[in-house]
Nanobody
Framework: QVQLVESGGGLVQAGDSLRLSCAASGHTFDNYGMGWFRQTPGKEREVVAAINWSGGTTYSAEPVKGRFTISRDNAKNTVILQMNSLKPEDTAVYSC???????????????????WGQGTQVTVSS
């Protein structure tokens, strides 16, 4: 089973960029679609971006479309969330997640994901 560890969060100013990484342990990383989610206190966890097992299909949520990009490197067991033009409303705990299955499409619902990382804090000041 895959285990996930996020890194790359921090405190930045509006307009800056951050690159979040999610490192997966195990030898079956390419059997999983991957997603990035974020959550703020008092709000439900929401999907930010998702990618299928091969990297051939990606999805970006409307609030981040054109600013955030998800990618993966199956040889390195890593999924990346490149975040550009950050806004204060992007402040949240960001978590990566894995959904088992080699699907053409991506998963965008939290209940579709089997494995979660511990999360990394992203804070964007105005």
């Amino acid at each position: 089973q895959v285990q996930l560890v996020e890194s790359g969060g921090g405190l930045v100013q509006a307009g800056d960029s951050l690159r979040l990484s999610c490192a997966a342990s195990g030898h079956t990383f390419d059997n999983y679609g991957m997603g990035w989610f974020r959550q703020t206190p008092g709000k439900e966890r929401e999907v930010v971006a998702a990618i299928n097992w091969s990297g051939g299909t990606t999805y970006s949520a409307e609030p981040v479309k054109g600013r955030f990009t998800i990618s993966r490197d199956n040889a390195k067991n890593t999924v990346i969330l490149q975040m550009n033009s950050l806004k204060p409303e992007d402040t949240a705990v960001y978590s990566c997640a894995a959904a088992y299955g080699r699907t053409v499409g991506v998963h965008t619902k939290t209940y579709e994901y089997d494995i979660w990382g511990q999360g990394t804090q992203v804070t964007v000041s105005s």
